[in-house]
């Protein structure tokens, strides 16, 4: 290893960052939930865009629409038939036609209203079967689509974006689009025909009953247009409300240990209550609005038919009318009662899926901070020579306070390169570089004179392997978290990873070994056996570069040393990069570069820094005299 002179003139690269993509969630109590996205759409297009989804399932959405309008037919008919059943049964009885003969009018008029009504019946199951079967094909492609993006987005927009919220994007919002064709398009189109075609009826029947049978639907759309503003806006709120809930959920189930341990059952309970009766709040508030709607349009609905019965008997007194027809006026007005009181579900259908929509087209055309270039090639490895170039960097919530400055050094295969230095000098920075987490803000990092940036990830990831200190264990067997990372690997492979991660004696006196099952977030395991479950697992990737971000901090320094004599083959062919404030689990590096405030400020091996005398040597001192200073304890209670 040797490092390297900052050079006197470098390409500064323009690196796109999420923070230029996200809008407010930068900002102190904001979130994803409620920050707007850059380019996210809105109204019109947003359910333009919904439709089309649709669309792609052509036979489904033709077959759909196909039987709500056999079915609006067929409920057409109905008032028609019932009238037509009403005038032939009052002619027959003024004509002395007999009563069997009565009766059997009768009975036929029935038996066809009964089929008519069974058909209708079977084509809305369809109806809404079919309307169901193409929101859900919808609700899959975009589900997919969701899991894709969160895969795919940077580290810097997880920095900044907390899980409960995309959970809720994931799903609310989601759900909210699913529903767009059945609750909102499907009910249109059934509305539209029974209220246009019906009208056409009405009208032509007769004038004033017909206008008077119309006369609440414009009044329950203008209503239900104006409540719908209302329904949208506090969507908005309670959606800002439901994600507040679940943070406050997922971090009391997360830290339920610290909970119990510091019994704050009930200060967490008041949290939960908090947050709780503030959703509550507002679903009172949309309910009352709702039902406030729902009253209006009765009695407009009501006073309606009032007016239509009382004229329209009238009428039929005067002999301008038959009571069939006035028959079929009251029962029209019945049939529409309720499509027509849907208005309102209707628009709060466009409205939750405009709203829903927007969110989650935002999330998902987020650009990707970190992705191939346009003319990105597989990484080739031949010596294994990783250098950094004069490399800054700075986290894009916080671009004027970089965190590395003009870091320059090389390493080659077979050597290892310690990096030690205080809380918040970069050393985990400079892993996450590596395998291209974040982008540098300038000068080049090269593996084998290849620019990183100028690389595919996958075969950058697939080279560059990272052991965090923090191990994340999946629930599911103790061989599969191992293999995570070559889930084909055969079983002599993953034992010989975890016999050198000193993990193998200790899955063995598992009672199911290698099939033990671990639980959710690997608490099961000890902080130790998590980290070294995350060693062998990374070792079964055999990568060119392996780094440890103080992996071994929870291992105690006799297991740690046979580790590092079990990973000494290992790493005869790769290089190694240990990050650590330990300094025994670093102090054999090849060298050893001390970062403080982003800039190296010494470097040397182990015994070269010792002699000058400056902060490793300080550093050196500080441990070995807190090891020293626990003798004598050790002596005295022996």
């Given at each position: 290893?040797?490092?390297?002179a900052?050079?006197t003139?470098h390409?500064?690269?323009?690196?796109?960052?999420n923070?230029?993509?996200?809008?407010?969630?930068t900002?102190?109590?904001?979130?994803?939930?409620n920050?707007?996205?850059?380019g996210?759409?809105r109204g019109f297009?947003?359910?333009a865009r919904?439709?089309r989804m649709?669309l792609r399932q052509?036979?489904?959405v033709?077959?759909?629409?196909?039987s709500?309008?056999?079915?609006?037919?067929?409920?057409l008919?109905?008032?028609?038939?019932?009238?037509?059943a009403?005038?032939?049964?009052?002619?027959a009885?003024g004509a002395?036609?007999?009563?069997?003969?009565?009766?059997?009018?009768l009975r036929n008029?029935?038996?066809?209203?009964l089929?008519?009504?069974?058909?209708?019946g079977?084509?809305?199951?369809?109806?809404?079967?079919l309307?169901e079967?193409v929101?859900?094909?919808?609700a899959?492609?975009?589900r997919v689509?969701?899991y894709?993006k969160?895969q795919?987005l940077s580290f810097?927009?997880?920095?900044q974006a907390?899980?409960?919220?995309?959970?809720?994007?994931?799903?609310?919002d989601l759900?909210g689009?699913?529903m767009?064709f059945?609750a909102?398009?499907?009910r249109?189109?059934l509305?539209?025909?029974?209220?246009g075609?019906g009208?056409h009826?009405?009208?032509?029947m007769?004038?004033?009953?017909g206008?008077?049978?119309?006369?609440?639907?414009?009044?329950?759309?203008?209503r239900s247009?104006?409540?719908q503003l209302k329904?949208?806006a506090?969507?908005?709120d309670l959606?800002?409300?439901?994600?507040?809930?679940?943070?406050v959920?997922e971090?009391n189930?997360t830290?339920?240990?610290?909970?119990?341990?510091?019994?704050a059952?009930a200060y967490e309970m008041?949290?939960?209550d908090?947050?709780?009766?503030?959703?509550?709040?507002?679903?009172?508030?949309?309910?009352e609005?709702?039902?406030r709607?729902?009253?209006a349009?009765?009695?407009?609905?009501l006073?309606?038919?009032?007016l239509?019965l009382s004229?329209?008997g009238?009428k039929?007194i005067a002999?301008?009318?038959s009571?069939?027809?006035?028959?079929?006026?009251l029962?029209?007005?019945?049939?529409?009662?309720?499509?027509?009181r849907?208005?309102?579900?209707?628009?709060?259908?466009f409205?939750?899926?405009?709203?829903c929509?927007s969110?989650?087209?935002?999330?998902?055309?987020l650009d990707?901070?970190?992705k191939?270039?346009a003319?990105?090639?597989p990484l080739?490895?031949?010596?294994?020579?990783l250098?950094f170039d004069?490399?800054?960097?700075?986290?894009p919530?916080?671009?004027?306070?970089?965190?590395?400055?003009?870091?320059?050094?090389?390493v080659?295969?077979s050597?290892?390169i310690a990096i030690v230095?205080p809380?918040g000098?970069?050393?985990?920075t400079i892993a996450h570089?590596?395998?291209?987490f974040y982008?540098?803000?300038s000068?080049v990092?090269?593996?084998?004179g290849?620019d990183?940036r100028?690389?595919?990830?996958?075969?950058l990831r697939?080279?560059v392997a990272v052991v965090?200190?923090?191990?994340?264990?999946f629930t599911?067997t103790?061989?599969?978290?191992i293999a995570?990372g070559?889930?084909w690997?055969?079983a002599q492979?993953i034992e010989?990873?975890s016999?050198?991660?000193?993990?193998?004696d200790?899955?063995?006196r598992?009672?199911?070994g290698y099939k033990?099952v671990?639980?959710e977030r690997g608490?099961?395991?000890s902080?130790g056996?998590?980290?070294?479950?995350a060693?062998?697992r990374?070792?079964m990737?055999?990568?060119?570069v392996i780094?440890f971000?103080?992996?071994?901090a929870a291992i105690?320094?006799?297991?740690?040393?046979r580790?590092?004599s079990?990973?000494?083959?290992f790493?005869?062919d790769r290089v190694?990069?240990?990050?650590?404030?330990?300094?025994?689990?670093l102090?054999?590096a090849n060298?050893?570069?001390?970062?403080?405030n982003?800039e190296?400020v010494?470097h040397?091996t182990h015994?070269?820094?010792?002699?000058?005398?400056?902060?490793y040597?300080?550093?050196?001192?500080?441990?070995?005299r807190?090891?020293?200073?626990?003798l004598?304890?050790?002596?005295?209670?022996?």
């Amino acid at each position: 290893m040797r490092l390297l002179a900052p050079p006197t003139a470098h390409d500064h690269w323009p690196v796109p960052s999420n923070s230029q993509v996200i809008r407010g969630m930068t900002k102190p109590g904001n979130s994803f939930a409620n920050g707007e996205v850059a380019g996210s759409p809105r109204g019109f297009s947003t359910i333009a865009r919904i439709t089309r989804m649709n669309l792609r399932q052509p036979w489904l959405v033709t077959m759909a629409i196909g039987s709500t309008l056999v079915a609006a037919s067929l409920q057409l008919l109905i008032p028609a038939l019932l009238g037509k059943a009403i005038d032939q049964t009052q002619l027959a009885m003024g004509a002395g036609v007999s009563a069997a003969a009565t009766q059997e009018g009768l009975r036929n008029s029935a038996l066809v209203l009964l089929a008519v009504s069974v058909l209708r019946g079977l084509f809305t199951l369809a109806q809404n079967y079919l309307a169901e079967a193409v929101g859900h094909h919808v609700a899959y492609e975009l589900r997919v689509a969701f899991y894709e993006k969160i895969q795919s987005l940077s580290f810097s927009f997880h920095d900044q974006a907390h899980s409960a919220d995309l959970i809720t994007i994931g799903m609310l919002d989601l759900e909210g689009v699913r529903m767009y064709f059945s609750a909102a398009l499907v009910r249109t189109v059934l509305l539209v025909m029974l209220v246009g075609v019906g009208a056409h009826m009405l009208i032509s029947m007769n004038l004033v009953l017909g206008l008077l049978a119309l006369s609440f639907v414009p009044f329950v759309a203008l209503r239900s247009s104006i409540t719908q503003l209302k329904l949208r806006a506090t969507w908005l709120d309670l959606q800002e409300r439901l994600c507040v809930l679940s943070r406050v959920m997922e971090e009391n189930l997360t830290g339920i240990r610290v909970v119990r341990a510091f019994a704050a059952q009930a200060y967490e309970m008041l949290k939960f209550d908090r947050a709780s009766k503030s959703a509550l709040g507002l679903m009172h508030e949309r309910a009352e609005i709702y039902v406030r709607n729902i009253s209006a349009m009765n009695f407009s609905f009501l006073f309606a038919m009032g007016l239509v019965l009382s004229i329209g008997g009238n009428k039929v007194i005067a002999g301008e009318i038959s009571v069939g027809k006035l028959a079929t006026f009251l029962t029209f007005m019945t049939i529409l009662q309720m499509p027509v009181r849907q208005i309102g579900l209707i628009v709060d259908g466009f409205a939750r899926a405009s709203t829903c929509g927007s969110r989650l087209f935002g999330l998902l055309d987020l650009d990707i901070a970190i992705k191939d270039a346009a003319d990105a090639k597989p990484l080739e490895i031949s010596d294994g020579t990783l250098r950094f170039d004069d490399v800054s960097f700075a986290y894009p919530a916080a671009e004027n306070r970089p965190i590395l400055k003009n870091i320059s050094f090389e390493v080659r295969k077979s050597e290892t390169i310690a990096i030690v230095g205080p809380p918040g000098s970069g050393k985990s920075t400079i892993a996450h570089l590596i395998p291209r987490f974040y982008d540098v803000a300038s000068g080049v990092i090269t593996l084998d004179g290849q620019d990183i940036r100028e690389v595919t990830l996958a075969t950058l990831r697939r080279a560059v392997a990272v052991v965090q200190q923090d191990a994340f264990v999946f629930t599911t067997t103790i061989e599969n978290n191992i293999a995570y990372g070559d889930p084909w690997a055969n079983a002599q492979r993953i034992e010989r990873a975890s016999e050198s991660a000193q993990l193998h004696d200790y899955i063995l006196r598992l009672p199911a070994g290698y099939k033990t099952v671990v639980r959710e977030r690997g608490l099961s395991l000890s902080g130790g056996q998590r980290q070294r479950l995350a060693i062998a697992r990374t070792m079964m990737l055999r990568p060119s570069v392996i780094i440890f971000d103080d992996s071994t901090a929870a291992i105690d320094a006799a297991t740690e040393r046979r580790i590092r004599s079990a990973m000494q083959l290992f790493a005869k062919d790769r290089v190694t990069i240990i990050i650590g404030h330990r300094l025994s689990s670093l102090m054999h590096a090849n060298a050893i570069l001390f970062i403080e405030n982003g800039e190296i400020v010494e470097h040397g091996t182990h015994e070269d820094l010792l002699a000058k005398g400056g902060r490793y040597k300080a550093l050196y001192d500080l441990q070995v005299r807190a090891f020293d200073d626990m003798l004598p304890n050790q002596e005295g209670v022996g």
